[in-house]
C-alpha cells in the first residue's frame, strides 16, 4: 500500500513539474488579465490529436510559447492546441473568458484539473449554432468556475481555415460587465452612425436621383455589414441559425464590398465621362467580382486569403485616381482622396497583420473600423462638395448656355428683323409701284364719271372701278397683314362720332346692293350715343370688309348692320353684320378667321368674287390688338351673321369739342400740285379743278421751288409726290420750311400726294413738315376731305382779311 502511494506521489509530481512556463495566478490585486503571453501553442495541422494526446504533448514541452499579447498566427487550416495553466487565488470563483475576434469554425474549450483529469468542456464557433455558445455573446466569452487555490489547465482547441487570432483575456464580472457596457455603447455608435449616413444619404438619393449617392449607400452599407459580421454581431443579430453562412460571409462580403468600392468610385470620379476605357475596365472587374463571390462555397480558405489579398491594393489605386482627377481640375476628387488614403493606412496595417508579417495589437485590430468611419464622413462630405461643385458647374454651364442662346437668339431676331425689314421694303416698293399706274386708272374713271356715257361705256367704267377698287383692297391687305404679322399695327385713340363713321360705311355699299335687289339697312340703338373714343381707321376697316363681303356673297335678301352698347359693360359696343346670303357650312368656321384661309370649295369660294384670304384674319386681329373678340354663326343657305365688340367708351365734352368739325368744301383754292409723272399730274389737276380749285402744276421739286418763290402768295396748298428725282418730295418740303424760316415763303401747308402707303413712309412725312397725306390711287372723296381739312384754316382766315377790308 505504501510502494503504491509512493507511485502516485511521483506521477503526480512529474505531471506538475512537467508543465512548461509559469502558470498564470489569479487574484484579489486585479480584476483583469490578459491572458496569452502565458499560453503554449501547438501547430497540429499534419497531426490527429484528441485532448488527451495535445495535452500531453504540450505539458512535455511540445510545441512553443507565446509570448505576445496579442498573439496574430495569420492563415491556418487545421487544429491549432493551446494550453493554458493558470491557478486562481481570488476569494471569487467566477471568471470570464474571453476570445476576442478569434474567426474560427470551431474552439473548444476543455478544462483539467491538475492531475490532468478532465472537468468540463465547451465548444463555440462560427460554424457551430450560436444557441450552443456558453454564454450569449457576439464573442467568445466562456463562465469559468475556478475553486480557489486549485490550480487547472485550459486546453484550447482551434479549427478554422480563416485568420488565428487569440488574444485572451480573464475578467471578473464586474469588470467584464463594464468592459462589454463599454464595447456595445461603442459598437452601437459606430454601427448606428453608419447606418444613419447610409440612410440619409439614400434619402438624398431618392430626392435628387443622383447615381453617386446610390453607390455610396451600396458600398457603406456592404463595408458596413462586412465589419459587422467581422465583430460577430452579425452572426449574433442577423443570423443566428445559419452558421454555414456565417462561415462563408466574410469572403463573400470582402469580393461584394471591393466591386462596390470601384463602382462609386467610378461614379464620383466622373470616369465615365473623364476616363471611358478605365471605366469600362474597372466595371468589369466590379461585375466580376460580384459574380465570383458565391464560388467562396467551394474554398473559403482560399478566397478567404484571396479577397484579402485583391482588398490590399484597392485604397492606393483609388487614391492614386483621386490625385489624377485633382490634377486634371477636379476639386471634389479632394475629399475623396482624403477618405481613401485613411482607409489605406488602416486597412494595410490590418492586412499586413493578418497575413502575420507584422505583430498584432488591439488597436491594429480595430483600426480598420476607425479608418472606415473616417472615410464614411469625408465620404459624405466629398458627395456634398461635388454637388455644389456640379451645381456651380451646371449654373455656369446654364448660364454660358443661355448667353449663347441670348447671342443666338439676338442674331436670328436681327436676321428677323433684316428680313422683315426687306420685305417690309419690297412690299412698300411694290405698293408704289402698283398705285402708281392705279392712281392714273381710277382717277381718270372718277374724271369720266362726269363725261356724257352711254349705258354700255357706263358698264365698263364700273368694270374698271372694282377692278381697281378690288387690287387697292388686295395690296391693302397685303400691308396690313406685314405690319400685324411685324406687331407694327398702331391703334390710335382719339375721339369721332360713331354713328356719323356707321353710316360713312354702309352709304358706299347702298348702289352695289340695290344692284343686286339687296336692301342694306343700318339699325343703330338709342343707347349708342354720339361720340366715343377708338381708333375710327381700324373700326371703319373691320366694318367696310364685314359690309362688302355681305353684299359679295347675297345676290338678294337684305343685310343689317347694327350697333349697341352693351348692358354689362357700357364701355362695350357690339356690332353686327347680318345677310340672308348663301351662308357657310359648319365645319368651315373654325378656320374662317386664320390667314390664308376661306370658306371650303362651296358657295363661297365658287363666287367670282372670292379675296385673297386676308380680310377675315385682318379683322380678327384689328379686334384683338384693339382689346375686343370676333365671331360668326352661320349655316349653309342660311345666311351668316358677323359680330365684333370693341371697347368704345363714350367721349368727354372736352373730347367731343376736340373732335373735328364736319368738313366743308368751302371757295376754291390756289394749289400746286408737283408730281414727276406727267399721267399722275394730269389725273390730280383734273381731280381738284372738279372740285372747283385752281390749279398750277410742277413737274420737279427744283420747278416748284422756283415756282413758290417767283409769286410767294401765288398759292394756298401744295400737293407734293415724294418720290421724285433729286430734290425728292421730303427733301422739297425741308425746302420750303426752311425757306419759311427765312421769311422768303409765307406759311403754306404741304400735303403728301403719294403712292407710299406704309407707317414708315408716313411717318417720313409728318418728320419732313408734311401736314397731311393721301395715299395713291386717290379718288374724289378722300381728296376733299384731305384738302378740305387742310384749307380750313385758310378760308377761315381769308374770310376775316376780306371781313377787315371792308
Same mark, same amino acid.
Given at each position: 500500500?505504501?510502494?503504491?502511494l509512493?507511485?502516485?506521489a511521483?506521477?503526480t509530481l ?10 498564470? @495566478?489569479l487574484?484579489?490585486?486585479?480584476d483583469?488579465?490578459d491572458a496569452?503571453?502565458?499560453l503554449r501553442w501547438?501547430?497540429a495541422?499534419?497531426d490527429r490529436l484528441?485532448a ?5 504533448l504540450?505539458?512535455?514541452g ?14 491556418r487550416d487545421?487544429?491549432?492546441w493551446?494550453?493554458l ?5 481570488a476569494a471569487g470563483?467566477l471568471?470570464?473568458?474571453r476570445a476576442?475576434?478569434?474567426h ?6 476543455y ?5 490532468g483529469r478532465?472537468?468540463t468542456h465547451w ?7 450560436f444557441?450552443?455558445?456558453p454564454?450569449?455573446h457576439?464573442q ?7 475553486p480557489?487555490g486549485?490550480p487547472?489547465?485550459l486546453l ?9 487570432d487569440?488574444?485572451?483575456s480573464?475578467?471578473?464580472?464586474d469588470?467584464f ?8 455603447f461603442v459598437?452601437?455608435?459606430y454601427?448606428g452612425a ?14 435628387i ?12 452599407g456592404?463595408?458596413?455589414l462586412?465589419l ?6 452579425g ?11 456565417n462561415?462563408l ?5 470582402n469580393?461584394? @464590398?471591393l466591386?462596390s ?8 470620379l466622373?470616369?465615365r465621362?473623364?476616363a471611358p476605357?478605365?471605366?469600362?475596365? !474597372? ?5 466580376a ?5 458565391p ?5 473559403f480558405?482560399?478566397f478567404?486569403?484571396f479577397?484579402?489579398?485583391i482588398?490590399f ?5 483609388a487614391a492614386g485616381?483621386?490625385?489624377?482627377q485633382i ?5 471634389p476628387a479632394?475629399f475623396f482622396?482624403?477618405?481613401f488614403?485613411a ?7 490590418y ?22 468611419f473616417v ?12 454637388m455644389t461643385t456640379l ?10 448656355a443661355?448667353e ?8 436670328r431676331t ?9 420685305r417690309?421694303?419690297?412690299?412698300a416698293?411694290i405698293s ?5 399706274p392705279?392712281?392714273?386708272m ?5 374724271i369720266l364719271?362726269d363725261s ?6 357706263r358698264?365698263?367704267?364700273?368694270v ?19 405690319r400685324?404679322?411685324a406687331?407694327?399695327m398702331?391703334?390710335?385713340q @382719339?375721339p ?9 360705311c @354702309?352709304a358706299?355699299?347702298?348702289q352695289?346692293a340695290?344692284r343686286?335687289a ?10 349708342l350715343?354720339?361720340y366715343?373714343?377708338?381708333d375710327p381707321?381700324r373700326?371703319r376697316?373691320?366694318?367696310v370688309n364685314l359690309i ?5 356673297f ?5 343685310i343689317?348692320?347694327?350697333?349697341r352698347?352693351?348692358?354689362?359693360n ?8 347680318s345677310?340672308?346670303?348663301i351662308?357657310i357650312a359648319?365645319?368651315q368656321?373654325p378656320k374662317?378667321?386664320t390667314?390664308?384661309?376661306q ?11 372670292g379675296?385673297?384670304?386676308?380680310g377675315l ?5 384689328l379686334?384683338e ?7 360668326v354663326t352661320?349655316?349653309?343657305?342660311q ?6 365688340r ?6 368727354a365734352?372736352d373730347?367731343?369739342?376736340a ?5 366743308e368744301?368751302?371757295?376754291?383754292a390756289?394749289l400746286?400740285i408737283?408730281?414727276d409723272?406727267?399721267v399722275?399730274?394730269l389725273?390730280a389737276?383734273?381731280l ?7 390749279c ?10 422756283a415756282? !413758290?418763290?417767283?409769286r410767294?402768295?401765288g398759292?394756298? !396748298?401744295?400737293?407734293?409726290d ?7 418730295g421730303?427733301e422739297?418740303t ?5 425757306l419759311?424760316?427765312?421769311?422768303r ?7 403728301a ?13 409728318h418728320?419732313?413738315g408734311?401736314v ?7 379718288n374724289?372723296?378722300?381728296?376733299n376731305?384731305a384738302?378740305?381739312a387742310?384749307?380750313?384754316g385758310?378760308?377761315?382766315s ?5 371781313a377787315?377790308?371792308?
Open positions: 500500500m505504501r510502494r503504491l509512493a507511485r502516485l511521483l506521477v512529474a505531471w506538475a513539474l512537467s508543465v512548461p512556463g509559469t502558470a498564470l @495566478t487574484d484579489d490585486t486585479r483583469y488579465y496569452a503571453p502565458s501547438l501547430d495541422r499534419e484528441d488527451q494526446q495535445a495535452l500531453a504540450l505539458r512535455n511540445g510545441g512553443q510559447r507565446l509570448s505576445e499579447t496579442y498573439p496574430t498566427l495569420g492563415f487545421g487544429d491549432q493551446f494550453l495553466p493558470l491557478t486562481n487565488r470563483d471568471w470570464y473568458l476576442a475576434r478569434p474560427l469554425d470551431r474552439l473548444d474549450l478544462l483539467f484539473d491538475e492531475q478532465r472537468l465548444r463555440a464557433g462560427d460554424r457551430v449554432p444557441e450552443q455558445r454564454l450569449a457576439h467568445l466569452v466562456f463562465p469559468l468556475t475556478l480557489p486549485e487547472r489547465l484550447f482547441q482551434a479549427h478554422g481555415a480563416n485568420v488565428i487569440f488574444p485572451l480573464l475578467r471578473t464580472p469588470n460587465n463594464l468592459f462589454d457596457g463599454r464595447w456595445n459598437n452601437g455608435f454601427f453608419m447606418a444613419i449616413m447610409c440612410l440619409f444619404n439614400l434619402l438624398i438619393f431618392l430626392s436621383r443622383e447615381p453617386s449617392y446610390l453607390w455610396y449607400v451600396l458600398y457603406l456592404v463595408f458596413g462586412n459587422f459580421a467581422r465583430e460577430g454581431l452572426f449574433r443579430w442577423l443570423w443566428p441559425d445559419a452558421p454555414e453562412w462561415h460571409c466574410l469572403a463573400v462580403l469580393l461584394l @464590398t466591386a468600392a470601384m463602382l462609386f468610385s467610378c461614379s464620383f466622373e470616369l465621362h473623364r476605357a478605365l471605366n469600362r475596365g !474597372l466595371t468589369l472587374i466590379a461585375a467580382l460580384a459574380l465570383i463571390a464560388l467562396a462555397v467551394l474554398n480558405h482560399f478567404i486569403q479577397s484579402s489579398a482588398v491594393p484597392w485604397p492606393f489605386i485616381l483621386a490625385l489624377w490634377r486634371r481640375g477636379y476639386r479632394l482622396l482624403i477618405a488614403a482607409v489605406a493606412v488602416s486597412s494595410t496595417v492586412i499586413l497583420k493578418t497575413f502575420n508579417l507584422i505583430p498584432g495589437h488591439w488597436m491594429i485590430e480595430n483600426a480598420l473600423q476607425l479608418g472606415t472615410e464614411a464622413l469625408l465620404l459624405s462630405l466629398a458627395l456634398a462638395h461635388r451645381k456651380s458647374e451646371n449654373e455656369r454651364i446654364q448660364r454660358e443661355n449663347a442662346l441670348e447671342r443666338r437668339v439676338e442674331e436681327r436676321e428677323l428683323n433684316a428680313a422683315l425689314s426687306a417690309g421694303e419690297f412690299l416698293v408704289h409701284e402698283i398705285r402708281t392705279l392712281n392714273s381710277i382717277g381718270t374713271v372718277d364719271h356724257p356715257l352711254d349705258d354700255s361705256q358698264r365698263h367704267l364700273h374698271i372701278e372694282q377692278s381697281g377698287a378690288t387690287l387697292i383692297n388686295l395690296i391693302d391687305d397685303v400691308l396690313d397683314y406685314s400685324l404679322d406687331g407694327k398702331p391703334i390710335e @382719339t369721332f362720332d360713331l354713328p356719323g363713321l356707321l353710316q360713312e @354702309t358706299p355699299f347702298e352695289a340695290r343686286q339687296t336692301e342694306l339697312r343700318l339699325s343703330l340703338d338709342p343707347s350715343g354720339g366715343c373714343v377708338g381707321v373700326l376697316q373691320i366694318l362688302s363681303n355681305a353684299v359679295k347675297t345676290d338678294d335678301g337684305a343689317d348692320v347694327s350697333a352698347r352693351e348692358d354689362a357700357r364701355d362695350y359696343v357690339l356690332f353686327e353684320v345677310d340672308t346670303g351662308g359648319t365645319d368656321l374662317l378667321f390667314f390664308f384661309q370658306a371650303g370649295q362651296g358657295g363661297r369660294r365658287r363666287h367670282e368674287e379675296g385673297s384670304g386676308l384674319a385682318i379683322c380678327r386681329q379686334a390688338i384693339m382689346g375686343g373678340e370676333i365671331g352661320s349655316a349653309e343657305h345666311g351668316s351673321l358677323f359680330w365684333f370693341l371697347p368704345l367708351p363714350p367721349a365734352v373730347e367731343r369739342a373732335a373735328p368739325a364736319p368738313l368744301t368751302g371757295p376754291g390756289r400746286l408737283v408730281d409723272n406727267h399722275n399730274l389725273v389737276e383734273g381738284c379743278r372738279k372740285l372747283g380749285h385752281d398750277e402744276t410742277a413737274e420737279s421739286g427744283a420747278e416748284a421751288l415756282t !413758290l418763290l417767283a410767294p402768295d398759292f394756298d !396748298l401744295v400737293l407734293m415724294c418720290e421724285m428725282p433729286d430734290p425728292d421730303f422739297t425741308r425746302a420750303i420750311h426752311r419759311q424760316r427765312e421769311g415763303l409765307p406759311v403754306i401747308p404741304v400735303i400726294l403719294t403712292a407710299h402707303a406704309v407707317p414708315e413712309k408716313i411717318a417720313a412725312c418728320d419732313a408734311m397731311g397725306h393721301i395715299a395713291k390711287p386717290v374724289l372723296q378722300r381728296l376731305q384738302l378740305s387742310a384749307l380750313r385758310i378760308v377761315a381769308r374770310s376775316d382779311s376780306a377787315t377790308r371792308q
